[in-house]
């Protein structure tokens, strides 16, 4: 069984940067995508930032210019480089990954690996 774990959460004033690292069990190129998800307290998890095997990424309108998703495939890092944080950036963040071909996005279903998540707190 894959593991995925996530480090790098902790609490910031908005403004502030965050770099979240997923370290994986097996080589990050042998995920066909890997993505990144939130969840606020009350909320649904949604999704925030999805690298393909490639290096092709996509982002959720809510974090374009802000978050960079980027990852080393020797030492089985996916990253999350989080620049101009929001309070509303607030939430546990989880990686995703998955072997599966096919369109690489940040949604819930396409993904079968999860990590146990990291906390990001954005003070005002």
């Known amino acids: 069984q894959a593991l995925l774990v996530e480090s790098g959460g902790g609490s910031v004033q908005a403004g502030g940067s965050l770099r979240l690292s997923c370290v994986g069990s097996v080589s990050t190129y042998s995920w066909s995508c890997m993505g990144w998800f939130r969840q606020a307290p009350g909320k649904e998890r949604e999704g925030v930032a999805a690298i393909g095997r490639y290096g092709g990424t996509s982002y959720a309108d809510s974090v374009k210019g802000r978050f960079t998703s980027s990852k080393d495939n020797a030492k089985n890092t996916l990253y999350l480089q989080m620049n101009s944080l929001k309070p509303e950036d607030t939430a546990m963040y989880y990686c995703?990954?998955?072997?599966?071909?096919?369109?690489?996005?940040?949604?819930?279903?396409?993904?079968?690996?999860w990590g146990q998540g990291t906390q990001v707190t954005v003070s005002s």
């Open positions: 995703a990954a998955d072997r599966v071909d096919g369109v690489c996005a940040a949604v819930e279903g396409r993904f079968g690996y």
